[in-house]
């Protein structure tokens, strides 16, 4: 839209020279004479004017004749003659319009109410420019103001009276600080400029365009920056699901979020860092159920409670072991079944043995010895064919007896030790001791054991020292008189010696000197006299105050005696006077006239002359001068045509005019010649022009422009890399507007999360962490994540766990045995079994079997009696 508008212009520009032309041909084809010597191509090519009117001329145009013609852009409006059109009418130039504004050849409002523009344009000040949300939106050589491209040259930006465009936009004019009325409002190259956050510029104390500093909202990612508050807040994405990994039961797991971070980088731009954030998250499976439920099998046959003990009823028990959740782990759940069954009770015990009282202890080989034998008769009860019968056995076991401590040898002793263990340092009674030996049975043997015997001994401490002296404190110094330099002071000492068992104590006075020196030299000893005062003398004839002195004794000590010290006194403020008004240091003086001076200019032949007359008298103590110009009338003579006042002068050249953007322009200055002339300087002022250019390095066209980073380059596996751009910076060189390409290096790192490195990698399953009497653990692994974080790769680690079982044929619990059946009923002499039930607990599949089998072993039935022969 805008390049049409432009070739609209263009295009009108081209019709209005054309019309121009056409009219001044036509209307002075015959009238050379109606030409300047500076207007367009040489017309007047027919017969010389006759003075009459061409019967074929066409009127002279008009502002009211109803027709649009001479240089006028609407029917009587526009063009340099002519009012100005209203909304609505041709123009060629916004000058043309009442409104100031020109759109597409129509005079429009500055509202653009009357203006319609693309959809993907808006309207500014009645013209259409590509529409924008910010500054992102626009080229380097425009700006998003008000939602459109406002280009930044001010080409297409038309102002209105009272305004100057800056930067494509109208502001008030200025011409300083003080010419701008707005609060806030700075005057930049002629414009009021107030700085706002959403004029699309970089201006007040942002760090870029529209953002950044203290009133603009924080910088996107890639954008310029000062300080970390210059960048966009912290945003975090949702909280992940719960994961709770493979265990069924777990009830703690962790969820992830990720939090995106903006930060002043080194190359001062708002970067962008990620952190994934991890947080603990919960359920209930409690009583869920976490594995298969596994029947296990039938035992054997066992007894079912009271029915007696030689009863063929019995029952079996098998274990059903389910799997269920509960606190967070998968717990073993055991139930058990019971069934009816046939039990073989022949030879089992159906009652308690009784026993007879046992025989004395004998059979003992020595004094010492402890193991012996004796015997008793046995009455066992046992099964036969449903019914408890009764059978006597003898049973023999060894006995012991206590002979610990009895004496087996006589006793020994050790000579007695030094006398020791006295009360004290004065202490007199001790103790000494011996070692004495006895023979004595421990363990079945005779062995020795050992005492120690104490007894009372004594030894004579009188005179030896029991305790610290003790120092009383010093008393005060002593001395002979008040100027004395030594003295003396006491103290008492208290002795301590051993006298009769106890520590008895002795005092002594103790006299110092050296504690009792001291510096009297100084210290008054007698009265002070004082002597007459002297006359008051004065520094100069002016003083308003002096001085006056006195001569004082002191009585004093010295060197341990009383001595006389005299010194002199000072007094000042009995000696004061006035002396203001007093003639001082040589009165009146004058200097000579000076010489004549003083000409209003060069011309002027009636000058002045002077000379200082100077008054001293006493002021504030002081002698002070007062000097006086005397002035006086005299006269020269100046020749005629002679320079005067400045001479020759220039002003300072005007400021540069540059138009915006360029790098070069002119500047103009005033020179004044002055001379004599009928006895007064008369000046004479020339117009000089030159040209001039903007300092080199200065920003020009549309300054420095970016173009965007490229892609950032990373090396696989790597979490960092680099990425470039072109930076054009447009600065003028001797009045031209140079531009020189810059590539710009920054560092850009892969996306925090990215895997990098190796990867994810596992460590080997741990052996497997079976509990005591247990069929099922847990084993553990360490799994490494390798991901980018802030352009490096971090390592994490984390721990893996799952179940397991113990080896097939692993204990489980503890193995129980049953009773021992009675023994089979056999003749006498004959061997018979016995047995009973065995159940052992192993692992098997994950899972605690029970397995039950039959251990057998003989015994008698009916043994014979002692010494009784077998048939």
């Known amino acids: 839209m805008v390049q049409w508008i432009r070739g609209q212009r263009s295009l009108q520009k081209t019709w209005w020279i054309a019309a121009i032309f056409t009219f001044v041909l036509a209307c002075n084809i015959d009238d050379g004479g109606a030409l300047r010597s500076d207007d367009v191509g040489d017309l007047d090519v027919g017969q010389p004017d006759s003075g009459q009117p061409d019967a074929d001329a066409q009127p002279a145009s008009s502002c009211d004749d109803g027709e649009q013609n001479g240089q006028e852009s609407g029917v009587d409006c526009g063009g340099p003659a002519c009012a100005t059109c209203e909304l609505g009418e041709s123009c060629g130039t916004s000058s043309d319009c009442a409104s100031g504004f020109c759109t597409a050849g129509v005079c429009v409002d500055e509202s653009c109410a009357d203006v319609a523009c693309a959809a993907d344009e808006t309207c500014y000040r009645s013209v259409c420019y590509l529409a924008c949300e910010d500054s992102d939106g626009c080229d380097p050589s425009s700006r998003c103001y008000q939602g459109s491209c406002v280009p930044l040259d001010c080409s297409t930006t038309e102002c209105s009276e009272g305004e100057t465009c800056y930067r494509g936009v109208c502001y008030g004019a200025c011409s300083g600080d003080e010419g701008c009325s707005e609060e806030g409002a700075e005057c930049v ?49 949702p909280w992940s699901d719960c994961d709770f990994g493979e265990g069924t039961c777990a009830e703690v797991g962790t969820q992830t979020r990720t939090v995106t971070t903006s930060s002043c980088g080194d190359a001062m731009t708002c970067e962008v860092s990620e952190e994934v954030q991890t947080q603990e998250c919960t359920r209930q499976t409690d009583d869920q159920t976490c594995g298969e439920t596994v029947t296990g099998e039938w035992g054997a046959c066992q007894g079912a409670g009271e029915q007696g003990v030689c009863t063929t009823e019995g029952q079996r028990r098998r274990v059903i072991t389910s799997y269920v959740c509960a606190d967070g782990g998968c717990e073993v759940v055991e139930e058990e079944e019971f069934e ?50 009764e059978r006597v056995d003898t049973e023999t076991e060894t006995c012991l007896r206590a002979t610990t401590g009895a004496s087996c040898g006589e006793e020994t002793y050790s000579p ?49 020292q029991c305790q610290a002296d003790a120092t009383g404190n010093w008393s005060s110094c002593t001395y002979a008189n008040s100027c004395s330099d030594s003295g003396s002071r006491t103290r008492t000492v208290t002795e301590y010696a051993c006298q009769g068992g106890s520590c008895a104590q002795t005092s002594r006075t103790e006299t110092d000197t050296a504690g009792c020196a001291r510096h009297t030299n100084g210290i008054s000893c007698g ?52 002396t203001a008004g007093n003639s001082c240091e040589g009165g009146v003086t004058e200097t000579p006239w000076t010489t004549c001076s003083g000409f209003a200019d060069v011309c002027d032949t009636t000058g002045t002359r002077s000379r200082q007359v100077t008054t001293r008298t006493c002021s504030g103590g002081t002698c002070q001068s007062n000097t006086l110009t005397e002035n006086g009338s005299c006269t020269r003579t100046v020749a005629p045509g002679t320079t005067c006042g400045a001479g020759t002068t220039w002003d300072s050249w005007s400021s540069c005019n540059i138009a915006s953007g360029q790098c070069s322009g002119t500047q103009t200055r005033t020179r004044t010649d002055r001379t004599c002339s009928g006895g007064n300087c008369q000046s004479t002022n020339t117009t000089e022009t030159q040209s001039c250019n903007r300092s080199n390095g200065t920003t020009c066209g549309s300054g420095i422009t970016h173009s965007n980073w490229s892609s950032c380059s990373i090396a696989s596996g790597q979490c ?15 009045g031209t507007c140079t531009s020189a390409n810059f590539t710009e290096t920054q560092s850009c790192n892969q996306s925090n999360g990215t895997t990098c490195g190796s990867g994810t990698t596992w460590n080997n399953w741990s052996s497997c962490n079976v509990a005591s009497n247990q069929c099922t653990g847990t084993r553990t692994r360490t799994r490494t994540e390798r991901t980018c974080s802030s352009g490096t790769c971090a390592s994490n680690n984390f721990t893996e766990s799952q179940n397991c079982n113990a080896s097939n044929g692993t204990t489980c619990g503890a193995t129980t045995y049953g009773n021992w059946s009675s023994c089979s009923i056999v003749p006498i002499c004959e061997f018979s079994i016995k047995s009973r039930s065995v159940t052992r607990r192993t692992c098997s599949g994950g899972s605690c079997q029970t397995n039950t089998s039959t251990e057998w072993e003989d015994c008698y039935y009916n043994a014979p009696n002692p010494g009784q022969d077998c048939p």
């Open 189 to 237: 190259e002629g414009s009021c400029v107030v700085s706002t956050c959403d004029d699309g510029l970089q201006n007040g104390d942002e760090t870029d365009i529209d953002c950044g500093g203290s009133e603009c909202e924080a910088c996107a990612p890639g954008k310029m920056c000062e300080l970390g508050e210059d960048c966009q807040e912290p945003l975090a994405t």
């Open 416 to 464: 007695w030790s030094a006398c020791e263990g006295f009360s004290g340092v004065c202490g007199q009674t001790g103790t000494q001791s011996r070692t004495v030996t006895y023979r004595e049975c421990a363990g079945g043997v005779c062995s020795t054991r050992t005492a120690t015997e104490s007894q009372t001994c004594t030894r004579s401490t009188n005179g030896t």
């Open 720 to 734: 960092s890399g680099t990425q470039t751009r072109t930076r054009t910076e447009r600065t003028c060189s001797n």
């Open 527 to 578: 009265g002070v006299t004082n002597g007459s005062w002297s006359n008051c003398g004065y520094a100069s004839q002016c003083s308003t105050s002096g001085s006056r002195t006195r001569t004082v004794t002191y009585q004093e000590c010295a060197s341990g005696s009383c001595s006389t010290r005299s010194v002199v006194e000072t007094d000042t403020a009995s000696c004061t006077r006035s």
């Open 340 to 389: 009816a069954c046939v039990l073989d009770t022949n030879a089992q015990a159906c009652g308690a043995p009784e026993a007879g009282a046992w025989s004395a202890c004998g059979g003992f080989d020595s004094v010492c010895d402890q193991d012996g034998t004796r015997s008793r008769t046995v009455t066992y009860f046992e099964c036969d064919g449903g019914d408890c019968n």
